[in-house]
Every structure is written in C-alpha cells, then in structure tokens.
C-alpha cells in the first residue's frame, strides 16, 4: 500500500472498528487535533508523509483492508480472518 487513502476511507475505517479519533490517535500515535484537522477536509488524506503512513498502519494493525482504485471506485473491508473457527 502506499498510503494514499482519501479521508472517506479513513473514515470507513474508522466506521468499521466503531473507533473514536481519540481510539486512532492512541493506536497510531498522531494527535486527535491532528487527526480532527485531517478528516475536516474531503480528498486524499493531506499532512505529512509519515502521518498518512502511520494512520494507515494502525488502521491495517486493526484489521482493515484498503481497496484501491481500480475500475470500482476505492473503499475499505476487513480483512478476512485466517485460520479455522
């Protein structure tokens, strides 16, 4: 992946872990003002490189899976879990 997610995938994400900003910043380490900041605006995620990075990290971490886009448009799923139940 190689981190450029747009701020409606970070809030799907988000959406499907049922995580605050608060929750995100812990997990990533970036600031919930920050992250505030970032989600304010609509498009690919803006700041730093090594933000975008770390957000994408922490959200990959918790199970999510980035689609990109490639004909039917770019989302976010959960990864499948391996292994038997």
Request: charged share 25%; net charge positive; glycine share 16%.
């Amino acid at each position: 992946m190689d981190h450029a997610i747009s701020v409606r995938q970070m809030k799907a994400a988000r959406a499907l872990l049922a995580w605050s900003q608060g929750d995100l910043a812990t997990a990533s380490g970036i600031s919930e003002p920050t992250i505030g900041r970032l989600e304010a605006e609509d498009g690919p995620v803006g700041g730093r490189a090594e933000t975008g990075a770390a957000l994408v990290a922490a959200l990959e971490k918790a199970g999510v899976e980035f689609i990109p886009e490639n004909g039917g448009g770019a989302g976010v799923r959960m990864k499948k879990r391996s292994g038997k139940r």
